[in-house]
């Protein structure tokens, strides 16, 4: 049976001593793909001169740069809060990188009033994301940005 505490606690292990961001986030994308039930997608899109580009992920090939306010995911990181589309189909503008995708979850990374990136995971099951999965992945994303560097 699936538990956000237990994933927590495998993140805790891998993020220990280790303070790359790079490799932090492409172990969290593994974890997350291993551990959470009934997703497509899961990783990391990181802000580089204004826009978002793809870092670590597990899935099929995904979108490599997203445009701040486009999508979920630049809706998130645009609007600094985490936004959960329960019919992708229904969000305007979504971009849609997997046509499997039917729902979706995105958690700003904001780290000192800066904006890193989001976490972006996706699933094929309309109404996939609860509010139970906001509070699991905004833990996954604090533990993540606990573990960088500075």
Request: negative net charge; aromatic residues 8%.
């Amino acid at each position: 049976m699936f538990s956000y505490d237990d994933l927590l606690s495998d993140l805790r292990g891998l993020f220990d001593g280790e303070r790359d961001a790079i490799a932090n986030a492409a172990n969290a994308a593994a974890t997350i793909w291993q551990h959470l039930p009934d997703i497509n997608w899961a990783g990391f899109y990181f802000l580089r001169r204004g826009e978002l580009v793809l870092g670590p992920f597990q899935g099929k090939s995904a979108c490599v740069r997203i445009a701040m306010g486009a999508g979920v995911c630049g809706t998130a990181a645009a609007r600094r809060q985490t936004v959960v589309v329960p019919d992708v189909h229904a969000f305007p503008g979504h971009i849609a990188c997997d046509s499997a995708s039917n729902a979706e979850i995105v958690i700003p990374l904001i780290r000192n009033r800066r904006l890193l990136g989001v976490l972006d995971i996706d699933s094929p099951s309309v109404g996939r994301f609860a509010e139970p999965d906001r509070i699991g992945c905004e833990a996954i994303a604090a533990l993540y940005l606990r573990s960088l560097d500075g």
